[in-house]
């Protein structure tokens, strides 16, 4: 190599080396240069990341089986960059009619002129399903093609119209079981809630509300991607089948009898599951917003925990139960019924305003005798009473897992509202208010060899791809085991002595029927009445309870007549649907078994 | 000649660190996007699921399972019309399960097959050594 190539390379050598100094003083430069620093921060802010609003699932529900009774369904939001809009009048066209959407409001909202700081984008309309998007979508790409990025003013172009994807609540099954879902505020898009029923009390769990996320877009921020987690999704004890069947027999009821409403109570008093719940008026839930068209201010959501009203001569299998238990009568008892019974400054009449002689206390539940059983409460005596009444739940809450729980207190010795007429008027279920669900509850622990289960809807829950199932609790047991036994022989016997119009062939089933009388400004009559039946079967291993009321029917006031054979149709189907074959078959099925 | 060349190793090493960094910011930003489009693709997914189990929930529900009843000619039974019979071993209808219990390790085991997750010198010793080993124990 000569002298002349070496001074070459030399310089060259030096040129790259300083090249490369310079490079990096440059580098050292910019990174502490105020300016930099802050164009570096700003770019950091705008284009890094945004806050953007995530719609994370809201959990489903299901019935005791699997059923989708509340799911999600994928819907857009259509809208208008309005920095890009080539033609508003094309948009208008291309949406005029949709969702209702007129022209003239599509072509203002379109028309607006782009201001960074004000108006940047703008929502056409809401909750349009996929089907109408796809369309959108190919009219869209069909005037790209003869008009790309709606250069010509000329020609259509749907330019500057956008459209976002997010979940809407959905409940396939419309009015069924509505009273029990509740409804989630699916309009509200950013702060829906759950109302009523299911929707309301489990809120919190199934969530799915929209929040306000970091969404980084910056592809180093990978690991920031938000991770809202999904709602819990809950099963239900309902059973869609027997709810549906339950909800059609309430609606002819309501129609055959003329009556204000139907409420009935499905149980299984053995752990306390709601397996159907129904009342009147139902709305269908994908439509939640015309519920106050449907319901009055006074009118419950959800008459089984929403309501309550003199229950009247059902509440006699409470005080006739309390008093076995304490020993204040047994089998052999036997009352002498005058026809009336002076206590505390009143009289208490019978149904009939009739005396019904000797009677056992069957007898008295037979014939559903007022003065007899406020001849029982009174042995008893008020302290006693009272506390049984609180052992069976009555004016406390029943703590059903559903929103809009109503109770009404029970007054008792000591308190400033109570008279001593009311032990004698309690005791067949005047002068005490209760609600339905309240009511079955406290009955059930009767069919439940005395122990009384918590009411409730929520079977399991589904959270992190896990299923938690709930445990059924012990709310109180009021009662002796054999007390229960006796109450439901002593029941089973007297509907099968009056040939009652709630038997149902080939079981045996305990009941009590039900007729409280409305107190119209302070007046009590038998033209308005509360119709109600309760029963449970089979009587040697219950595993139902139905409760059914039925409020101011027209046709007849009394249980016997109107909510007795409600029962009957319901039970008859019921034990189809529980799969419980008839007493004697099960007698002959033991036998081949064993 | 040999000046040159040391003052130009730094020139080497700067410019060879800077191709690496860009290299790898460049992957690192491709696997970013990627994740990205994956993360937004999955949501879709979830969407889609969450329709179409909706829509599952529309054709499967009462009224419209009612309706495809009633179409084909089946009819309700009632108590009259119902015969019991039992089958010995038969359960019922069990309880839902839409999900395992608590406890259950459902992750899927062995999704990589054990012979990838091995390293070079476990494969060796466990090649080459094992038998032998296993012999000299047999053999005391």
């Known amino acids: 190599m000569n002298r002349i190539e070496n001074t070459r390379l030399s310089l060259v050598s030096i040129f790259l080396s300083m090249a490369s100094v310079l490079i990096l003083l440059m580098m050292v430069r910019i990174q502490n240069n105020g300016k930099y620093q802050e164009l570096s921060i700003k770019n950091e802010k705008e284009y890094s990341f945004a806050i953007e609003n995530y719609y994370p699932e809201r959990g489903n529900i299901y019935d005791r089986w699997g059923r989708l009774l509340a799911g999600n369904e994928d819907v857009f939001e259509v809208g208008v960059l309005l920095e890009n809009v080539r033609n508003p009048k094309t948009i208008a066209q291309i949406l005029d009619g949709v969702n209702g959407l007129e022209y003239f409001d599509i072509l203002k909202i379109a028309s607006q002129r782009y201001d960074p700081e004000k108006s940047v984008y703008s929502v056409l309309v809401d909750f349009l399903p996929s089907g109408v998007i796809d369309a959108l979508s190919q009219i869209y790409q069909d005037y790209e093609l003869e008009n790309p990025y709606g250069r010509k003013d000329t020609l259509p172009s749907l330019r500057g119209i956008v459209w976002y994807p997010h979940l809407k609540r959905n409940y396939p099954e419309n009015t069924l079981a509505s009273n029990v879902i509740g409804f989630y505020s699916f309009k509200d898009r950013s702060d829906g809630e759950g109302y009523f029923g299911v929707e309301e ?102 008459q089984a925990v929403g309501a309550v009203y003199e229950p009247g001569s059902v509440f006699k299998v409470l005080t006739m139960a309390a008093a076995f238990d304490n020993g204040t009568v047994d089998d052999e008892t036997i009352f002498n019924d005058p026809g009336r019974f002076e206590y505390g400054g009143s009289t208490i009449l019978n149904w009939n305003r009739r005396s019904f002689g000797k009677q056992t206390m069957q007898g008295c539940m037979q014939h559903s005798l007022n003065v007899c059983l406020a001849w029982v409460a009174t042995e008893m005596g008020a302290e006693s009473f009272y506390d049984y009444m609180q052992a069976f739940g009555i004016g406390r809450r029943s703590n059903i897992d559903l929103g809009g729980e109503l109770v009404y207190p ?59 199932d709930t445990t059924p609790q012990v709310l109180s047991i009021p009662i002796k085991e054999e007390t229960a036994h006796t109450m439901t022989e002593m029941l089973v016997s007297s509907l099968e002595k009056e040939s009652s119009i709630a038997l149902v062939p080939g079981y045996r089933i305990a009941g009590k029927t039900g007729t409280a009388e409305i107190a119209i400004a302070g007046e009590y009559g038998i033209e308005l009445t509360n119709a109600s039946f309760v029963g449970w079967g089979p009587a040697t291993d219950p595993q139902f309870l139905v409760y059914v009321w039925i409020e101011k029917p027209k046709s007849s006031p009394w249980g016997s007549v109107v909510a007795a054979p409600v029962f009957s149709s319901i039970v008859q189907d019921l034990v189809i649907y529980l799969d419980i074959p008839p007493e004697q078959e099960t007698a002959n099925q033991i036998a081949i078994g064993n | 000649m040999q000046a ?93 399960m839409i999900a395992p219990p608590p406890g259950e390790n459902t992750r899927p085991s062995g999704i990589v097959n054990s012979a990838y997750q091995e390293s070079l010198s476990s494969w060796i010793i466990a090649t080459f050594f094992s038998d032998s080993i296993a012999k000299g124990i047999s053999n005391e």
Do not use: C
Not at chain 1, 435 to 448: D, G, H, M, R, T
């Open chain 1, 201 to 302: 009390y489990y809120d919190d769990l199934l969530a799915g509300r929209p929040m306000d996320t970091f969404m980084p877009r910056n592809p180093y921020l990978l690991e920031e991607l938000p991770e809202v987690p999904a709602g819990a999704s809950l099963v239900l004890t309902i059973d869609r089948e027997i709810q549906a069947m339950v909800e059609m027999k309430l609606d002819e009821a309501v129609e055959e009898h003329q009556a204000e409403s139907a409420t009935a109570i499905i149980l299984d008093p053995r752990n306390g599951e709601i397996i159907a719940m129904a009342s009147q008026p139902r709305i269908n839930l994908n439509q939640y917003w015309q519920f106050e068209n449907q319901f009055s201010k006074e009118k419950p959501f959800n």
């Open chain 1, 410 to 468: 029970m007054s008792s010795p000591g308190d400033s509202d109570w008279y001593p007429i009311q032990l004698a008027t309690n005791s067949f279920g005047q002068g005490v208010a209760v609600n339905p669900v309240q009511l079955a509850a406290a009955i059930s622990a009767v069919a439940n060899d005395g122990k009384m289960m918590k009411p409730h809807v929520l079977k399991a829950v589904i959270q992190n791809g896990k299923q938690y």
């Open chain 2, 4 to 96: 040159i060349g040391l003052s130009l190793i730094p020139v080497v090493l700067i410019a060879a660190s800077i191709s690496i960094y860009l290299v790898i910011s460049a992957q690192a930003a491709a696997a970013g996007l990627e994740g990205m489009v994956l993360h937004f693709e999955e949501e879709k997914i979830l969407r889609t699921i969450a329709n179409q189990r909706s829509n599952l929930g529309y054709i499967t529900s009462y009224s419209q399972m009612q309706k495809r009843a009633e179409k084909m000619g089946f009819e309700s039974p009632s108590v009259q019309n119902i015969h019991h019979m039992v089958i010995n071993g038969y359960q019922g209808q069990q309880p839902v």
